[in-house]
T-cell receptor, first 112, second 112 residues
């Protein structure tokens, strides 16, 4: 099994630009989670999906952030416009109902 | 508000020592407690605990949950330099899903 796949692994962009992060969950998993990790705030859940439907987006910091899951094997997290305070590592994770979450390698985002 | 608190935040020991990491929680609708190890990349799963008093073991690592006192411990015996990492505790709180609330982590450093 390839595990959770994320791209890009690193992203450097300028303030105001649009950023799109991508995730392919483990095949057969019906839950997908987006997290953000920073030194100050630790690991925070942004949003999660069940069967491609967003269930809880209460962790999305503001309207600049949006996430979609058009099918069972693909999800995106978009930031538009990006700001320096969005700099963080963004993780995608997936799981089956009631089971352990498996994390992808993360995308390290730097907004200048 | 749901809360997961880990202690200590940082720990430095010598190779061969035994360490105990602590995790306490205040979470409604508790379902499970998970331990993850995070080196330089993504968190990797160690244990899932759902029942009090039942120890989970994997090699030199073991963990136990106390649902009455709302805490868990992670023990590592005969530590090795490869055990150096951030250890994350997370609590799953929603029945039928795995929305996790993470603690801030314990940074463990094993010196040779």
């Amino acid at each position: 099994d390839a595990g959770v796949i994320q791209s890009p692994r690193h992203e450097v962009t300028e303030m105001g630009q649009e950023v799109t992060l991508r995730c392919k969950p483990i095949s057969g998993h019906d839950y997908l989670f987006w997290y953000r990790q920073t030194m100050m705030r630790g690991l925070e859940l942004l949003i999660y999906f069940n069967n491609n439907v967003p269930i809880d987006d209460s962790g999305m910091p503001e309207d600049r952030f949006s996430a979609k899951m058009p099918n069972a094997s693909f999800s995106t997290l978009k930031i538009q416009p990006s700001e320096p305070r969005d700099s963080a590592v963004y993780f995608c994770a997936s799981s089956s109902a009631g089971q352990t979450q498996y994390f992808g390698p993360g995308t390290r985002l730097l907004v200048l | 508000e749901d809360k997961v608190v880990q202690s200590p935040l940082s720990l430095v020991v010598h190779e061969g020592d035994t360490v105990t990491l602590n995790c306490s929680y205040e979470v409604t609708n508790f379902r499970s407690l998970l331990w993850y190890k995070q080196e330089k990349k993504a968190p990797t799963f160690l244990f899932m605990l759902t029942s009090s008093g039942i120890e989970k073991k994997s090699g030199r690592l073991s963990s136990i949950l106390d649902k009455k006192e709302l805490f868990s411990i992670l023990n590592i015996t005969a530590t090795q330099t490869g055990d150096s990492a951030v250890y994350l505790c997370a609590v799953g709180e929603i029945q039928g899903a795995q929305k996790l609330v993470f603690g801030q982590g314990t940074r463990l450093t094993i010196n040779p």
